[in-house]
C-alpha cells in the first residue's frame, strides 16, 4: 500500500457558488487535467493513493464536494441534488481555468462525472466511470412521500454520533469495507474528521443522510449518457454489488454509454479504487494512453 505520508498533495480552498471548496493537487500542472470525483460520504483524500500512481502522467486533482470532507456546507436553503454538484463541478474547473478535462468519478462522483460529460461534452477530453450507475431507481408515486418526509426533516436532521478517536473512526470504515486497508481507514478517518471537545466528529453534513426529494430517475440519466462524445472507460470491481453481472438493469444502463470500454478489476469491491490503486492506475493508463 501507498506511504501516505508520503502523499505530495498540494492543499487549497476553491471559491463556487458561494462556497469553499477542498481542493488537492498532484503533480506537474503543465501535464494533461485528470479530475477525480470521490463517492457519497467520501472526500478527496479518498483519491491519495490512486492520484500518487497517477500524477506522474498527469496533473491530477480531486475536490471534496459540497458537504463532504473539507468544503463547506449548502446554506440553509440550499442542498445536495445531483444538479447542484454538476453546476459546482462546472464552475469549480472554470475557477481552476481547466478548459478540458479527464473525468474520473467513484460511485456518486462517477455518476456527477457523467452527468457533467453529457451536458458539456466538448469540455471533457475523457470519462472514467467507475461503478457510477448504481443509483436506486424510485417509482414517481413514491416522490410525493418522500418530498414531505425530507421536508420534515430538514428541520433537525440526525447528526453523525461523534467518536472517541480516529482510530474508532477508522474501524467504522472498516465495519463497511472488510476490503479496505487498515493504514488506508486511519488516513481517511484522520482526513474525514475534526475533534472538538475530546471527541471526534465526521467532516460532512447531516443533511447529506436525508433522502432525496429528487431520487435518481434512469431514464433522465440516459439522457446524459446518451449526449456522450468522449472515449469512456466504465469500471467495476470483481467483488462489488454494482457488477452488471448482479443486477439486470446495471446492465441495461451501461448500454447507454456507447461505444465505452469495460473492465473488471480482481479482487476489488465497490471502492475498488481503494482496494486495487495500482491495478485501477494501469487500467486507467492503458486507456488514456489511446488518446
Known amino acids: 500500500m501507498p506511504d501516505f505520508s508520503s502523499c505530495a498533495a498540494h492543499l487549497s480552498a476553491t471559491p463556487v457558488r458561494g462556497l ?15 479530475v477525480c470525483l470521490h463517492g457519497y460520504l467520501d472526500h478527496a483524500h479518498t483519491f491519495d493513493a490512486l492520484a500518487q500512481a497517477l500524477s506522474r502522467d498527469f496533473y491530477t486533482l480531486a475536490w471534496s464536494a459540497r458537504g463532504h470532507g473539507g468544503s463547506s456546507w449548502a446554506s440553509p436553503d440550499g442542498y ?24 474520473v468519478g467513484h460511485s456518486m462522483g462517477g455518476m456527477i462525472a457523467s452527468l ?12 472514467v466511470n467507475m461503478e457510477g450507475w448504481m443509483a436506486q431507481a424510485v417509482a414517481p408515486d413514491e416522490i410525493p412521500a418522500r418530498v414531505r418526509t425530507w421536508s420534515e426533516q430538514l428541520v433537525k436532521p440526525s447528526g453523525f454520533r461523534p467518536l472517541p478517536s480516529v482510530r474508532a473512526a477508522a474501524e467504522r470504515l472498516l465495519a463497511g469495507d472488510s476490503q479496505m486497508d487498515e493504514a488506508q481507514a486511519l488516513h481517511l478517518a484522520a482526513t474525514g474528521t475534526f475533534e472538538r471537545e475530546g471527541m471526534f466528529h465526521w467532516r460532512h453534513d447531516p443533511r447529506l443522510r ?8 434512469p431514464e433522465v440519466a ?70
Open 20 to 34: 469553499s471548496l477542498q481542493t488537492l493537487t498532484w503533480g506537474d500542472s503543465r501535464l494533461p487535467p485528470l
Open 80 to 103: 445536495y441534488h445531483f444538479v447542484e454538484y454538476v453546476a459546482d463541478l462546472h464552475h469549480w474547473l472554470a475557477a481552476l481555468g481547466l478548459e478540458q478535462v479527464i473525468l
Open 116 to 127: 457533467y460529460a453529457g451536458a458539456w461534452p466538448e469540455r471533457v477530453r475523457a470519462l
Open 210 to 217: 436525508l433522502r432525496s426529494p429528487y431520487p435518481f430517475q
Open 222 to 291: 440516459a439522457a446524459y449518457w446518451q449526449d456522450i462524445t468522449c472515449p469512456t472507460l466504465l469500471l467495476w470491481g470483481a467483488d462489488s454489488p454494482a457488477h452488471p453481472r448482479q443486477v439486470a438493469a446495471y446492465s441495461e444502463r451501461l448500454a447507454h454509454f456507447r461505444g465505452a470500454q469495460a473492465q473488471e478489476i480482481p479482487a476489488a469491491g465497490h471502492n475498488l479504487h481503494l482496494h486495487q490503486p495500482q491495478a485501477v492506475a494501469t487500467a486507467i493508463r492503458a486507456f488514456l494512453t489511446d488518446l
